[in-house]
């Protein structure tokens, strides 16, 4: 079981830190992505970091201002959000998919944590 936290309200320009975790996992054996699904619009994907490797992938909306990571022990996967702006504000949610190297989530899907980029 997958969980997102660490959503929040900031203002334009500024960052958050995603953190995705699944208890009793090694999270270097999946593929984690983050999706996130604005109002009123479809669930689009963001980043992903594929397993083993850790072969990363983004949005081009998000190049250079989001980056995916994970822990060293596989613990935690993060998503780094940095100059946020309000067309970010969505449900983010981490998925996963098992020992490959694109995130679908075939395998789950976290709770959600909700972003919201307002002045």
């Known amino acids: 079981q997958l969980q997102a936290s660490g959503g929040g309200l900031v203002q334009p320009g500024g960052s958050l830190r995603l953190s995705c975790k699944a208890f009793g996992h090694h999270l270097t054996n999946w593929a984690i992505g983050w999706f996130r699904q604005g109002p009123g619009k479809e669930r689009e994907g963001v980043a992903c970091i594929s397993s083993g490797s850790g072969t990363t992938y983004y949005a081009e909306s998000v190049k250079g201002r989001f980056a995916i990571s994970r822990d060293d022990d596989g613990a935690a996967v993060y998503l780094q959000m940095n100059s946020l702006e309000p067309e970010d504000t969505a449900v983010y949610y981490c998925?996963?998919?098992?020992?490959?190297?694109?995130?679908?989530?075939?395998?789950?899907w976290g709770q959600g944590t909700q972003v919201t980029i307002s002045s």
């Open positions: 998925s996963a998919d098992h020992l490959t190297a694109f995130c679908s989530g075939h395998d789950g």
